[in-house]
Nanobody
Framework: VQLQASGGGSVQAGGSLRLSCTGS????????MGWFRQAPGKERESVAA????????LYADSVKGRFTISRDIVKGTVYLQMNNLKPEDTAVHYC?????????????????WGQGTLVTVSS
């Protein structure tokens, strides 16, 4: 299973970016998805997650109210809309999928990963 993440870049604080994670429609069938990130010198952390069946989503406290995760099942794409970006959001962001429809913020429950896309936020 292959995922392709894109949309990273460099922005100033307060700016916005939208990350995309694509896979085949078959890849996403009945799979929940998540976004994670890892900053230099820090451990990987969860950012947001979405289940298979509906709009329900979970977010890390640090991004609540600023980030929105969504998915387009037909296009086989998961998005992470990031608004009001802060320098502390600087990290390599990864998308991941789990072979279960249930939503989860835990990295260990995700079975396959895409390559990361770098987000850099300057003050």
């Amino acid at each position: 299973v292959q995922l392709q993440a894109s949309g990273g870049g460099s922005v100033q604080a307060g700016g916005s970016l939208r990350l995309s994670c694509t896979g085949s429609q078959r890849t996403f069938s009945n799979n929940a998805m998540g976004w994670f990130r890892q900053a230099p010198g820090k451990e990987r952390e969860s950012v947001a997650a979405i289940g298979w069946g509906g709009p329900a989503a979970l977010y890390a406290d640090s991004v609540k109210g600023r980030f929105t995760i969504s998915r387009d099942i037909v296009k086989g794409t998961v998005y992470l809309q990031m608004n009001n970006l802060k320098p502390e959001d600087t990290a390599v962001h990864y998308c991941a999928g789990r072979r279960s429809a249930g939503i989860s913020m835990s990295a260990t429950t995700h079975n396959y990963w895409g390559q990361g896309t770098l987000v850099t936020v300057s003050s």
